[in-house]
C-alpha cells in the first residue's frame, strides 16, 4: 500500500521527443537527472553524496574556480585569433613582396630561366 502512495504522488512522465545528436541526448539525460536530484532534495530523501555535489557548486571557491575555466577559454581564443590574423598577414606579406619583384621586373627574370 505505501508503493501506490508513493506513485501517486509523483507527476507523470513527460514524453520527451527523441534527441538528434548524441550531444543532444545526453543534455537530456542531465537535465533529467538534475530534476530527479531536485525532487530529491525538496522532499528530503536524497543522498548525502548528492547534496554535498550541490552544495560544493553553490560555494565561493567553485564560483572563482568556474570564472577563472571561462577566462582560461576567452583566452585560448584569444591565441587562437592571434595566430589566425599573423597567419593572414604574413600571407599579405608574401603577396606584397612578390607583387614588388613583378613590378621591379624581376619576376620576368626568373621566368625566363625557369625555360
Same mark, same amino acid.
Given at each position: 500500500?505505501?508503493?501506490?502512495?508513493?506513485?501517486?504522488?509523483?507527476?507523470?512522465?513527460?514524453?520527451?521527443?527523441?534527441?538528434?545528436?548524441?550531444?543532444?541526448?545526453?543534455?537530456?539525460?542531465?537535465?533529467?537527472?538534475? =530534476?530527479?536530484?531536485?525532487?530529491?532534495?525538496?522532499?528530503?530523501?536524497?543522498?548525502?553524496?548528492?547534496?554535498?555535489?550541490?552544495?560544493?557548486?553553490?560555494?565561493?571557491?567553485?564560483?572563482?574556480?568556474?570564472?577563472?575555466?571561462?577566462?582560461?577559454?576567452?583566452?585560448?581564443?584569444?591565441?587562437?585569433?592571434?595566430?589566425?590574423?599573423?597567419?593572414?598577414?604574413?600571407?599579405?606579406?608574401?603577396?606584397?613582396?612578390?607583387?614588388?619583384?613583378?613590378?621591379?621586373?624581376?619576376?620576368?627574370?626568373?621566368? =625566363?630561366?625557369?625555360?
Amino acid at each position: 500500500m505505501a508503493k501506490a502512495k508513493a506513485a501517486e504522488r509523483r507527476e507523470p512522465v513527460k514524453k520527451m521527443r527523441p534527441a538528434l545528436t548524441p550531444e543532444a541526448r545526453e543534455n537530456q539525460l542531465i537535465s533529467l537527472a538534475y =530534476d530527479l536530484v531536485e525532487e530529491r532534495l525538496r522532499n528530503g530523501t536524497a543522498t548525502s553524496q548528492e547534496t554535498t555535489h550541490f552544495l560544493k557548486l553553490g560555494s565561493t571557491k567553485e564560483r572563482i574556480e568556474k570564472e577563472i575555466l571561462e577566462k582560461q577559454k576567452e583566452l585560448i581564443s584569444a591565441k587562437t585569433e592571434a595566430i589566425q590574423s599573423a597567419k593572414k598577414i604574413e600571407e599579405l606579406y608574401a603577396k606584397a613582396v612578390e607583387a614588388m619583384r613583378t613590378y621591379t621586373g624581376a619576376r620576368e627574370e626568373t621566368d =625566363d630561366e625557369d625555360l
